[in-house]
């Protein structure tokens, strides 16, 4: 146990809240978890919610580190804690005249919608529901809350499977001829509720415990451990959340949604969260206990229909959704339960949201003048602006409707129907494009939800955990489509007349509900009005310029739309593959000296002349950096004998020579062999070639008038001699050609080199010297700091995560402690060299939020990323800024 958890335990174990007395509020979700902080602060604003108390999650960290068992004391204070909320309820727990029932509810600080366990009407014994059933004067009520405790608490706390229960329930509902639920009479509820205790009986060798004060002591430790059950553990992988204590434990008076016609349970969002309106949204159904809506058996009412059932009730809830909108300042997700007309709140939290929704609601809430604009900015997730950039179907394409159901969350998806969860992650895993068709999803099937392209169900609403988890990962999701016969067993869904099976393709419009047969042609997505808001908002914040990986004028335009600011990586390798360029660059290397290597690398110049005329006509006015080649020689040479002889026939050399030369050019440790400027120091001809072209090109747009600004970028430099020599070859190569072409006008080109090489990060000033410009190659930079190939991570980096040797991949955050003192060095060196040094990066950190934060910290210029990644690091770069203030 760490000293700081010894703090937190050695204080209270306990909070109580009630409208004479509350301990916590909403600042102690690390200790009380969200929900129990959250019924704390509802409580003390005056909403009306049942009493009770919550233990700590400290406790649940103790609970573990004893290896399983409760604190010593913990079951005194939570006696203390029945007794007070038994005086104030005039309710008592065990079989009094008025009994006290309560539900045992999860929760940790950071919501994990349905992962972990709760468990109703707990209290109740042979005695108490008789008692129940008298005091309310409706026994059938009081019967279906026993049946409910029995198994709940079967599944939870004695886990036995819930589809024991399902399938005695489905025999008894059909003798009685009970179409739902909530039809099923007191004789049959009685018959129902002996099987279930015999069910207990069968699978426990126990009798279902009549003793409520054991019932509570058993259901608490049952929360605390669903903690660790794995469905909540592979949320937190998927959710990347560590370092939480545990669940705390909310004990809560019981209020009835399942008392009659008059009573009913419910959850809604104060905003849309799959598009952001401001609209209430949620879902009701009516005689029922919340476990029905959320899990998503029954599909119940759209809370709109509440108007017609009870008005009062609709604005009533309408109020709420104001009072917290403005308490919390944030769109809200709530639970709420009627008992006979009389509203309780159950739950509040942060509402989960797609990205669209996020920006809409951040945006929106800033001309409500709720927040201000930097708060809008910290709360998008920089990440989430993905789910923006994502194509839809296009409009015009034709739709083969099969069905529609709910539109739970947004997005385009097109795939395999597969149905189970474990095929879902096999075949992703495969490289296939799966939708998970499910009647309905239960918490289990997390990690095939988050494998599959998009998730369907035939029961269930929009509310329902299952769309709640997809759209907080922005997944598209179709709920409750009715018409759907899912047959898990023989793999096909039937609907109507038609017939799917595990070979068709399906596609599912999030938006519109629609379940499509085929594949249906999309198209890119459009922007909203308040996403370009967020974006000047972001803009006028950030300090970092935003620049693109690009190396075509396609990809440069796209980075440009998305608004880059320069290419910071162009890459051109490619420029030395395609038909004719590969051929000339194979009798290159082949070539036995250097004038016919010349030879053969002239017949590249006009394709490479055009391709940088191209990239520089789109991002005029913008600087654009080009990296001189990179990759080792073979790369570009066929590596098995078929292909090479396949190569000599064609080339008409004899194949003996292809072989050969492949065999010298091999090398151990390509990563680390000849490539970069080595490539250059040797082979001159190959930097000469490429300088030539993009001089010419350069000077052929500035003679159209157009705005170029090249700069050359001089990869793998370790020592500053290597540096100065090839500037000098550079220069020398520009002016010839500045001259040959009676190019008069003014074109500087600076040059600089890339930062990716320990060495030369380490004696920074010097390399300054030969350099305009630094960018950090931050992925070699990584892998020479680190000693791992990135080739041949694969075997050992998914167990260092699991293991948490490492907290994070390092190719996809930088690594800050390490690479990072490389960067900030380097930068600092550089910069008392040339004060006004320009340091950028160029590596795959660029377009990631978390490295984004480190690169503002240690005052780079510039970042460059892919162009998809451009708003995500626009946004980003803004946080950055905020969160150093
Ligand atoms: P989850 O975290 O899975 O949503 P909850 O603890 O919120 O689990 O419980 C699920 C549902 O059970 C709630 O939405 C609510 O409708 C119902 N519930 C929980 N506690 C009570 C209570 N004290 N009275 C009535 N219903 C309750
Ligand atoms: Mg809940
Ligand atoms: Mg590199």
Same mark, same amino acid.
């Given at each position: 146990m760490t000293s700081q958890n010894k703090k937190i335990i050695n204080k209270k174990r306990i909070y109580y809240f009630s409208s004479k007395l509350t301990e916590g509020n909403k600042e102690m979700r690390e200790l009380l978890g969200g929900k129990g902080a959250n019924l704390a602060e509802m409580t003390s604003i005056g909403l009306p919610v049942p009493p009770g108390f919550t233990i700590t999650t400290a406790s649940c960290a103790e609970y573990y580190d004893a290896e399983?068992? /409760?604190?010593?004391?913990l079951m005194d204070s939570v006696y203390e804690n029945m007794q007070r909320l038994e005086k104030e309820t005039g309710k008592y727990f065990g079989s009094s005249d008025n009994p006290l029932l309560v539900s045992v509810r999860s929760g940790s600080a950071v919501s994990m919608p349905g992962m972990m366990d709760t468990v109703l009407? /707990?209290?109740?014994?042979d005695q108490s529901v008789e008692k129940l059933a008298l005091i309310t004067g409706n026994e059938r009520f009081a019967l279906d809350a026993y049946r409910r405790l029995i198994n709940m608490f079967g599944d939870v706390?004695?886990?036995?499977?819930?589809h024991h229960f399902e399938t005695v329930f489905d025999k008894i509902k059909k003798r009685y001829k009970a179409n739902r639920d909530s039809e099923l009479g007191i004789k049959g509820l009685r018959e129902l509720i002996e099987s279930y205790k015999q069910i207990v009986k069968e699978h426990t060798r126990k009798k279902f415990p009549q003793d409520p004060y054991l019932q509570l002591q058993l259901a608490i430790e049952a929360v605390f451990r669903s903690w660790n059950i794995p469905r909540a553990i592979t949320y937190r992988r998927i959710n990347d959340i560590h370092g939480l204590l545990g669940t705390a434990v909310n004990v809560q008076s019981m209020v009835f949604g399942n008392m009659g016609d008059e009573s009913g349970t419910g959850v809604a969002f104060t905003?849309?969260?799959?598009?952001?309106?401001n609209e209430f949204y949620g879902e009701f159904l009516i005689n029922a206990q919340g476990e029905d809506v959320v899990a998503g058996i029954r599909t119940p009412l759209p809370v709109k229909a509440m108007k017609k059932w009870r008005p009062d009730i609709y604005w009533q809830l309408l109020k709420v959704k104001k009072i917290l909108e403005s308490h919390y300042r944030d769109m809200q997700d709530i639970e709420f339960t009627i008992e006979h007309g009389k509203l309780f709140m159950l739950q509040t939290r942060i509402g989960k949201r797609t990205g669209p929704a996020a920006v809409k609601i951040a945006v929106d809430m800033v001309k409500e003048k709720s927040i201000t604009q930097s708060t809008a900015l910290l709360r998008v997730p920089a990440n989430d602006l993905n789910q923006l950039l994502l194509p839809s179907f296009d409009p015009k394409a034709k739709r083969n409707v099969l069905a529609t159901g709910l539109p739970a969350s947004p997005g385009a998806a097109s795939g395999y129907p597969v149905f189970t969860s474990d095929e879902a992650v096999s075949r992703a895993e495969n490289g296939e494009s799966v939708i998970l068709v499910r009647r309905e999803t239960s918490p289990e099937d997390i990690h095939g939800m988050h494998a599959a392209a998009g998730i369907l169900t035939s029961t269930g609403g929009s509310t329902s955990h299952a769309a709640v988890v997809a759209r907080g990962w922005g997944k598209c999701c179709i709920a409750g489509a009715g018409e759907l016969n899912i047959d898990v067993k023989r793999k096909k869904i039937q609907v109507n007349d038609v017939t799917i099976t595990g070979k068709d393709i399906i596609s599912i419009d999030g938006t519109s509900g629609e379940i499509i047969l085929g594949d249906v042609r999309k198209c890119p997505p459009n922007f909203s009005k308040e996403f370009k808001i967020l974006m000047k908002w972001a803009d006028k914040k950030r300090k970092l310029l935003i620049r693109t990986n690009a190396d075509s004028p396609k990809d440069a335009k796209i980075a440009r739309d998305f608004g880059?600011?320069?290419?910071?990586l162009c890459r051109t390798e490619h420029m030395f593959f395609g038909d004719q360029r590969i051929i000339a660059m194979r009798q290159m290397i082949l070539a036995d000296n250097q004038q016919d290597r010349r030879l053969a690398l002239k017949k590249i110049l006009p394709y490479q002349r055009r391709d940088f005329e191209g990239i520089f006509t789109v991002m005029k006015g913008l600087p654009v950096t080009i990296r001189l080649l990179d990759p080792p020689l073979h790369e570009f040479l066929p590596q098995d004998e078929k292909s090479q002889r396949q190569l000599a026939r064609s080339m008409k050399v004899p194949a003996e020579k292809i072989i050969k030369r492949v065999y010298q050019l091999h090398e151990v440790n390509p990563m680390l062999g000849h490539r970069g400027c080595r490539l250059s120091i040797t082979y001159p001809e190959i930097l000469e070639i490429q300088v030539r072209a993009i001089t010419e090109a350069a000077i052929n747009c500035r003679r159209k008038r157009i705005d170029v600004q090249p700069e050359i970028m001089i990869p793998l430099?370790?020592?500053?001699s290597e540096l100065s020599v090839l500037r000098e070859l550079v220069e020398n190569t520009i002016a010839r050609i500045k001259q040959k072409k009676k190019f008069k006008g003014k074109l500087d080109i600076p040059i600089g080199t890339m930062i990716e090489i320990p060495r030369a990060a380490l004696t920074a000033d010097q390399v300054a010297t030969h350099a305009d410009f630094f960018s950090f190659g931050t992925n070699d930079l990584t892998q020479m700091t680190f000693g791992y190939s990135r080739d041949d991570i694969g075997t050992f980096i998914p167990e260092y995560l699991n293991e948490r040797i490492l907290e994070k991949n390092p190719f996809q955050t930088i690594d800050s402690t390490g690479v990072g003192q490389l960067v900030e060095m380097a930068v600092k060196k550089g910069r008392t060299t040339k004060p006004k040094l320009k340091c950028g990066i160029c590596g795959e950190h660029g377009g990631d939020p978390e490295s984004i934060v480190f690169f503002q910290s240690v005052q780079l210029n510039y970042i460059s990323c892919s162009p998809f990644r451009i708003p995500i690091a626009r946004l980003a770069a803004a946080q950055a800024v905020l969160l150093a203030q």
């Open positions: 399983e068992k /409760l604190p010593t004391d009407n /707990l209290g109740l014994n706390v004695m886990g036995i499977e819930h905003r849309d969260p799959s598009t952001g309106k880059a600011e320069g290419i910071g430099v370790g020592i500053e």
